[in-house]
């Protein structure tokens, strides 16, 4: 199974994160309620807040990512299909995680988009549950496993968006 990252993932993330802060951001309910408003269409459920699909919601970067992921060696000479997230835990959020798989897709990426914050992160997990990889929440750093990986992220942090643990959430199918 694949698994890697990246440091410094997204060029000038200085002036791109202003913009990201912008993106709505909704609660489980809420993006159930706008985006999903059939009971039989509620199938994902996570702690904090998410936005709408990049796709929708932030067209440019969207496709800007797309570029930078084009270049990463795992997916060149592949045809596949991203959707993109932006996904915030505050510290209250904490209680609500567990440790789970990405079954909606192949291969699951993260950017941890604020401030370092070195006692949060991502860990991967035997299907036992014993911890095999404890990624560090480091800014701008890109993780990516293979979607059959177990995992769960961890050290919930902050009240909002300028200053929560912010990721923008990448989930990949092959083509």
């Not at 990252?5 to 002036?15: A, G, R, T, V, Y």
């Not at 706008?34 to 970067?61: A, I, Q």
């Not at 299909?81 to 209680?95: C, F, G, T, V, W």
């Amino acid at each position: 199974m694949i698994c890697f990252q990246k440091e410094e993932f997204i060029e000038s993330l200085d002036f791109i994160l202003p913009e990201i802060h912008k993106i709505p951001l909704y609660d489980l309910d809420s993006y159930h309620k706008k985006f999903h408003p059939t009971e039989s269409e509620k199938v994902s459920r996570w702690p904090g807040y998410r936005s709408e699909s990049l796709e929708n919601s932030n067209k440019f970067l969207f496709i800007y990512i797309i570029s930078l992921l084009k270049k990463l060696e795992v997916l060149k000479n592949k045809k596949w299909s991203p959707e993109m997230y932006i996904h915030l835990r505050k510290d209250a959020d904490e209680a609500a995680d567990y440790i789970h798989q990405d079954r909606e897709c192949q291969f699951a990426g993260l950017v941890y988009l604020n401030p370092t914050n070195l006692k949060s992160g991502t860990r991967l997990y035997t299907p036992d549950k014993e911890i095999i990889n404890d990624f560090k929440y480091i800014q701008n750093r890109l993780i990516m496993y293979d979607s059959l990986y177990h995992h769960m992220a961890y050290g919930h942090f902050g009240s909002d968006v300028l200053n929560g643990r912010l990721t923008l959430n990448i989930f990949i199918n092959y083509i």
